[in-house]
């Protein structure tokens, strides 16, 4: 829903993180903290019958990759300015599916889980609980691995990446084009 929305013009998008009903599970609401971080609007909110969600109540092992995942989105704060401020004035939604920013390549038209963030940031998120791996596509270009930098030009086509544990970062790359 997200991606349908931030095309035909509502940017400010976001899910409350947890989800709005339901008790999420400390892995699960870990790992949408880490999603949420990426999304234009970030909140943990739910119904006043769900359980509370915020990141200080969760099992030990859980905070610092909650953590990791606000000081992420803190990091990136004056590109997220950047987009909102290039969306007011020119339309482009600042989170779009991978075939708004690629739409020659025909492999990304079915993408539905994942996304980019302006022209540059590739997201992936870990949406599955208990996932032992991301599965992504990569469209032709020069990608670097963020936050390291480190650059992957030979990375095209689908890749499963492994992401089994909650310390590891995000799957998330920068094409500069």
């Known amino acids: 829903m ?4 931030s095309v035909v013009g509502i940017t400010l998008c976001g899910a409350d993180v947890g989800g709005f009903f339901g008790n999420p599970d400390s892995e699960l609401l870990t790992r949408w903290y880490q ?20 990141p200080w109540l ?7 990759p909650i953590r990791k995942a606000i000081q992420a989105r ?15 004035a020119d339309g482009q939604p600042v989170m779009a599916p991978m075939w708004f920013h690629f739409p020659k390549d025909v492999n990304t038209y079915g993408l539905d889980d994942q996304y980019m963030i302006g022209e540059a ?14 599965q ?24 499963n990446s492994f992401a089994s ?13």
């Open 58 to 64: 969760v099992a030990s092992e859980y905070i610092d």
């Open 74 to 88: 803190y990091q990136l704060l004056p590109y997220w300015y950047t987009l909102f401020a290039r969306s007011e």
């Open 121 to 134: 940031v590739l997201v992936s998120p870990v949406t599955d609980q208990g996932a032992g791996y991301v």
């Open 35 to 54: 999603a949420a971080a990426y999304q234009p609007f970030f909140r943990a909110h739910a119904h006043i019958d769900s359980k509370r969600r915020e």
């Open 2 to 5: 997200l991606l349908s929305i």
């Open 136 to 159: 992504l596509y990569f469209p032709k270009g020069t990608w670097y691995h963020y936050p390291s930098l480190e650059v992957n030009d030979h990375l095209y086509g689908v890749l």
């Open 165 to 177: 544990q909650l310390m590891c970062n995000m799957k998330i790359t920068v094409n500069p084009t």
